[in-house]
């Protein structure tokens, strides 16, 4: 008998957020115009002061082991920005910097959940928060977001009801992907409220915090009372300074939990790349303008794509603030909107992601992402309103 995984594999599923632009790729390379709005990753480049700092250190010979956590530098930086930021009190011992936010989440599910223990997960939501529950053995437990009008929110009542005693951790995310949400204080207050009573550990993916228009606020969950002993933020580089390939993010846990994650992170990774981590250093200390230019640009190219789709009561754009991405109802005649989107993008070559990417609450929703040219996105848009409304 041939040798087989483990069968906790079979629950964790290949990235159906890929599917789409592999397809477009695809198109792409045999000559067909392509108008892509899927992944979720800035059209900018690195700031400059990053890249040369990263330059600059593998020239004076800076490859070579760093500590397991993370230079003192950055991990001293790191902790002055969560405290004017965010509020957060927190310690440079505190932080790991880790290979991108997608390894700090393992990290931390790794860490802290038992075979059999239950993780809430308000969806739709990132498939990598249910993937690392059952790489961790433990239970994801969705919880559809509620409509009202044109906005996706929590449902607390919901939340409440799905907890049992095997219930251990909550995740939040806001600015929320795919939806572009951005919760409220109040809303973020009701969450911790839940967490204190049912004694929940909280995992707050807070990745797009930089990437919010509209003068919204961003409110870190273990800034609450109570909640930093209870808290895990989970944040990085990529978004908000256009540095996804270089896999650079943090964590921020209390000592209760931390111990535990870092002993995952020194197993797995070991450490992140010096001229990474400097590159990361210098662009908190010297791409803050560029940050903000990035962030306006954003700002605009959401009004400018919302209003490009509002052509048509066959799409309703739901609220968003956050993140770079709006999330579309769509009003179709396919099975599911994963048909649909295969469809549109055959018909037309405007490539989205099915929203059921995301999980079952997501059926019938398109995410688009707005990290793209005015041009791209005006085509895309009129296109996609043609093709609905016919």
Not at 15 to 25: D, G, H, P, V
Not at 51 to 59: D, E, G, H, L, P
Not at 145 to 171: G, N, Q, W, Y
Request: contains cysteine.
């Amino acid at each position: 008998m041939l040798p087989t995984i483990a069968k906790r594999m079979n629950d964790v599923q290949f990235s159906k957020i890929r599917e789409l632009s592999e397809k477009a790729r695809q198109l792409d390379a045999s000559g067909v115009p392509v108008y892509s709005l899927t992944l979720g990753e800035p059209d900018f480049d690195t700031p400059e002061p990053a890249q040369k700092a990263a330059i600059n250190a593998m020239r004076d010979g800076d490859t070579h082991y760093t500590p397991n956590h993370g230079i003192p530098a950055l991990r001293e930086a790191l902790a002055q920005k969560l405290l004017n930021d965010n509020g957060i009190r927190a310690e440079a011992d505190e932080i790991i910097v880790t290979a991108g936010g997608s390894e700090a989440v393992l990290n931390t599910l790794l860490a802290i959940l038992n075979p059999g223990d239950e993780v809430l997960i308000p969806s739709p939501a990132w498939p990598n928060y249910e993937s690392a529950a059952h790489l961790a053995g433990a239970t994801p437990v969705h919880i559809p977001l509620s409509k009202i009008d044109k906005r996706l929110s929590v449902d607390f009542k919901t939340i409440e009801a799905h907890i049992t005693p095997k219930t251990k951790m909550l995740i939040v995310n806001s600015p929320h992907n795919p939806t572009g949400l951005v919760m409220t204080k109040e809303e973020i207050h009701q969450l911790a409220n839940i967490a204190k009573k049912h004694n929940l550990i909280v995992l707050s993916d807070e990745m797009y915090e930089k990437i919010i228009s509209d003068g919204t606020e961003h409110v870190s969950i273990a800034s609450l009372p109570g909640m930093a002993e209870r808290t895990v933020t989970v944040n990085g580089f990529s978004k908000a300074y256009a540095m996804t390939g270089w896999r650079i993010g943090y964590l921020h846990a209390p000592s209760p939990l931390y111990q535990g994650i870092f002993r995952v992170h020194q197993f797995n990774t070991a450490c992140v790349p010096a001229f990474t981590q400097k590159a990361a250093l210098a662009a908190m200390e010297r791409a803050g303008d560029v940050l903000e230019y990035m962030r306006h640009s954003f700002a605009l190219r959401r009004t400018l794509l919302a209003d490009a789709l509002s052509g048509t009561e066959q799409l309703q754009v739901m609220e968003a603030t956050g993140a770079f991405y709006l999330f579309v109802r769509v009003h179709h005649q396919e099975a599911n909107i994963r048909d649909f989107a295969l469809r549109l993008l055959e018909d037309t070559g405007v490539a989205t992601v099915p929203g059921t990417a995301f999980g079952d609450a997501g059926e019938g929703y398109l995410r688009l992402s707005y990290a793209a040219s005015d041009d791209v996105l005006l085509e895309a848009a009129k296109r996609l309103v043609n093709y609905v409304s016919h």
